[in-house]
């Protein structure tokens, strides 16, 4: 198995970066893109293997789409002039890819099957599934539709009324794309508001959407025209430098054109709440998506309590929280995170185990993990679990622990941050990375 070595002699993380695009923001960008009739152009994409496989997918249905690293120009005959695909759409490691392409496809006028890799296909898809069978998608697959492979008759759909029984922005976003071409008005209400970029989008593309506190409203019959997306940094890259920041006394890290959307900001309310100093130095609240500077420095840090309603604005920074929460002083409880364990893989579980290793005093609960700092962490080997953010977690690691970190299947963290540990070279002074 490839393991990329990672070691560092007295790092101190210093300087300016600009994390690469928002894959969340990426994912939808091509969607509506493609969905809309005309051309789009979107700036900042994120060029990981995730969103390549959503730019596939479209190629595959007769959608234009040029690329030229981050700059991304379609041109789309519009959805309803899509072509049956010859082969199966393969979604890769992406459950955004996955569970958005349903509600899409469940809608269209074509027929297609999804797939997907080893650990997206035992990924559930019924959260997804079952209120798009309720709006009358023609869906089948293995164990009740839960499981890829899943092969989609579009057809005409009726609108629902729908309370999310977990927050989810995958979920939420499928139904919100089927209630596109459904007859009548779909509504979707959450109890926690998850990340809220399909609703801003879908207002740039001209849908007849309309947000009411905790309730999403969608007119069916909608024609969306191709419009220009910029992309901001993704935060939930930054995170694993935010985290190292605050980590390491000495350091200061200013983080250049980061997305700011307050349904993703979890993350800045946590390390103040730990002790960082952040510092917003700019914020641009313009059409779509707001953005801004931002630096992280630390003077140390302190536990702390994360749960409710917190959750879904930081759910992917987790594993990096975990690891922050090493180096505080005093126990940080992590509840109310039991979607975790559904993710790229059960993150409670890998998390807890591979700090284990390193000699953190850390413990998994059904719905999170407690954490008691500080911890003097050692080298050793961690596994990935070819998920993107165990791996760069265990990257962060190596900033932290006394010897070297050998990290198993480094090559899962192209998904999301391709560029990884060129950039953690970058910022790191006093460095001796080996790869
Ligand atoms: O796309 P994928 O594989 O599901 O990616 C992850 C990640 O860590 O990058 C989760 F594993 O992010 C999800 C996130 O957890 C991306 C996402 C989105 O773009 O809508 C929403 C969140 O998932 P969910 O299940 O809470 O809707």
Known sequence: METKIVEFTKPVLQGDMAVPGDKSISHRAVMLGSIAKGQTQITGFLDGEDCLHTIDIFRQLGVSIERDGTSVMIDSPGMQEWETPADNLYAGNSGTTARLMLGIL????I?????????????????????LASMGASIAGDSDSNLLPIS?????????????????????????????????TTTISEETVSRDHTERMLLQFGAKIRVDGNKVHVKGGN??????????????????????????????????????????????????????????????????EPYGTVNVSTEGLRGTEISGNLIPRLIDELPIIALMATQAVGTTIIKDAGELRVKETDRIAA????????????????D???????????????????????GMMAGIAALVASSPIHIENPACIAVSYPGFFDDLEKLTVSKNAKG
């Open 106 to 109: 469940a809608g269209s006028t």
């Open 111 to 131: 027929n297609s099957v999804l797939t997907g890799d080893e650990s997206l296909s035992k990924r559930p898809m019924n959260r997804v599934t079952l209120p």
């Open 152 to 184: 989609i008759t579009g057809v005409t759909l009726s609108a629902i009324d729908y309370e999310m029984p977990v927050a989810s922005a995958q979920v939420k976003s499928a139904i919100l794309f089927a209630g596109l071409n459904a007859e009548g």
């Open 223 to 288: 024609v969306l025209h191709g419009t220009d997306v910029i992309v901001p940094g993704d935060i939930s890259s930054a995170a694993f430098f935010m985290a190292a920041a605050a980590m390491i006394k000495g350091s200061s890290v200013t983080f250049t054109n980061v997305g700011l959307n307050p349904t993703r900001t979890g993350i800045i309310d946590v390390l103040e709440s730990m002790g960082a100093r952040v510092e917003i130095l700019e914020k641009v609240d313009g059409i779509g």
């Open 351 to 366: 998390v807890t185990s591979e700090l284990k290793k390193i000699g953190a005093n850390i413990e998994a609960t059904d």
């Open 368 to 390: 999170g993990m407690i954490i008691h700092g500080p911890s003097k962490l050692s080298g050793g080997t961690l596994a990935s679990y070819g998920d993107h953010r165990l």
